[in-house]
């Protein structure tokens, strides 16, 4: 199947490599893109620079490949999924990773530890007040660095080629200026992003577990089961 993904302009990356993997073919549509904040981008690295955090958590891998070069020293840091941690590791910055692809395991993850710890977190210019609330909760100690904003393109999609789109984020499908037609398969990324699409009255076809690999193998699955279908 041909897939029309959501992605930040100009942020395409491996995204072709990795939906051929599973026998796909994609091409990137742009809901949105990166408005960087220089200005916060410094506040946070200075911060880092003098010893403010106990832990950094890096949510998404724009931060992790903006921040990455200006970091010589650092605390333990946390990444979201294999992505943001690559983003990391090519600047030789040694980071955990979550098993999951939701923030919402961050404190599950450090358990006890977070108590009294100090966790910054630089992330884009859109609320996560579950996360913040879930630290401070837990007994840490949170600041939010709003590095970048999500701008609208303004574009409309370009789903002519598409047999699919996958949208990468609840924001992603906000924002989006696209007309469903029959026989396109819609697909979210994760829940979190579903029941965003949901809310609005689109109902996806398929629900991926948060990443790009797992939308494709939840897509497979999909077709295999309509395959058995028509065989009956």
Same mark, same amino acid.
């Given at each position: 199947?041909?897939?029309?993904?959501?992605?930040?302009?100009?942020?395409?990356?491996?995204?072709?490599?990795?939906?051929?993997?599973?026998?796909?073919?994609?091409?990137?549509?742009?809901?949105?893109?990166?408005?960087?904040?220089?200005?916060?981008?410094?506040?946070?690295?200075?911060?880092?620079?003098?010893?403010?955090?106990?832990?950094?958590?890096?949510?998404?891998?724009?931060?992790?490949?903006?921040?990455?070069?200006?970091?010589?020293?650092?605390?333990?840091?946390?990444?979201?999924?294999?992505?943001?941690?690559?983003?990391?590791?090519?600047?030789?910055?040694?980071?955990?990773?979550?098993?999951?692809?939701?923030?919402?395991?961050?404190?599950?993850?450090?358990?006890?530890? $977070? /108590? +009294?710890?100090?966790?910054?977190?630089?992330?884009?210019?859109?609320? #996560?007040?579950? &996360?913040?609330?879930?630290? *401070?909760?837990?007994?840490?100690?949170?600041?939010?660095?709003?590095?970048?904003?999500?701008?609208?393109?303004?574009?409309?999609?370009?789903?002519?080629?598409?047999?699919?789109?996958?949208?990468?984020?609840?924001?992603?499908?906000?924002?989006?200026?696209?007309?469903?037609?029959?026989?396109?398969?819609?697909?979210?990324?994760?829940?979190?992003?579903?029941?965003?699409?949901?809310?609005?009255?689109?109902?996806?076809? $398929? /629900? +991926?577990?948060?990443?790009?690999?797992?939308?494709?193998?939840?897509? #497979?699955?999909? &077709?295999?089961?309509?395959? *058995?279908?028509?065989?009956?």
């Amino acid at each position: 199947m041909k897939i029309a993904v959501t992605r930040l302009k100009g942020k395409e990356k491996t995204d072709a490599a990795r939906c051929s993997a599973y026998g796909h073919a994609c091409y990137s549509v742009h809901p949105l893109c990166s408005e960087l904040r220089m200005n916060e981008i410094d506040t946070f690295s200075e911060a880092v620079r003098n010893g403010e955090f106990d832990c950094i958590f890096f949510t998404s891998a724009l931060p992790a490949k903006i921040i990455a070069p200006r970091l010589t020293t650092y605390p333990r840091v946390i990444a979201i999924g294999p992505q943001t941690a690559k983003e990391l590791q090519e600047y030789h910055i040694g980071c955990e990773t979550l098993s999951s692809f939701y923030s919402r395991d961050f404190v599950p993850y450090l358990g006890d530890w $977070i /108590v +009294g710890k100090r966790i910054g977190i630089p992330r884009a210019d859109v609320p #996560n007040n579950k &996360l913040l609330d879930a630290i *401070t909760d837990a007994g840490g100690i949170v600041r939010e660095f709003r590095c970048y904003g999500l701008v609208p393109t303004g574009e409309t999609l370009d789903l002519q080629p598409a047999d699919a789109i996958l949208f990468t984020s609840a924001m992603s499908f906000m924002q989006a200026r696209w007309t469903p037609r029959p026989g396109l398969l819609v697909m979210a990324i994760g829940d979190i992003t579903a029941m965003a699409m949901e809310r609005a009255g689109t109902k996806p076809d $398929i /629900v +991926g577990d948060g990443s790009l690999e797992g939308s494709m193998r939840a897509l #497979n699955e999909y &077709l295999k089961n309509q395959e *058995t279908h028509r065989n009956g």
